[in-house]
């Protein structure tokens, strides 16, 4: 089977991302060949709907199971309708979330679930150095949907004074 563990950078020693639309790296797993390949998300900075494009993309790339931290609501309706279950999984390393999976010790995200942002993946117990770079994470997608926002709002005005 082939998964996609969302994770920090590539390889099977990276640490798993704690997001799945914005994260650094998809790192794509035969489970039982255990081949892999690591490749950059074409959506982390995307000025808006990544998850749906970072959906999109690894459906796209054959992925028939995504292992993430947390799945936005739209990203989730983007692989439930392609069939393709989400698995969550606390901060760890790669080649553990796959092995997690593998033994069946990772909890599959309902489609019908509420949105992942509100209900990060082992939040009790989870180290404080994900907490804090999950914070981080969306901190800066705020700060950029401050500025898309500030933009729409300026071209508004604009718009507004031409009358």
């Known amino acids: ?48 709907g990544a998850g749906i494009e970072a959906a999109q993309f690894v459906v796209s790339e054959g992925a028939q199971a995504i292992i993430a931290g947390n799945v936005g609501p739209n990203a989730c309706t983007v692989l439930s309708g392609a069939g393709v279950p989400a698995y969550l999984v606390g901060q760890s390393m790669v080649a553990q979330a796959v092995e997690d999976f593998r033994l069946g010790r990772l909890s599959q995200l309902s489609p019908s679930a509420p949105s992942r942002h509100s209900q990060t993946a082992a939040t009790s117990g989870r180290p404080r150095q994900a907490r804090d770079r999950e914070l981080t994470a969306l901190a800066a997608e705020v700060a950029e949907l401050r500025k898309r926002l500030a933009a729409i709002m300026t071209r508004i005005n604009e718009l507004d004074r031409e009358d």
């Open 1 to 48: 089977m082939k998964v996609v563990v969302c994770s920090e950078g590539p390889g099977l020693d990276a640490p798993t991302s704690p997001v799945f639309g914005r994260c650094p790296m998809y790192v794509f797993v035969d489970t039982d060949t255990m081949n892999v390949v690591s490749i950059s998300n074409p959506a982390q900075n995307a000025p808006g």
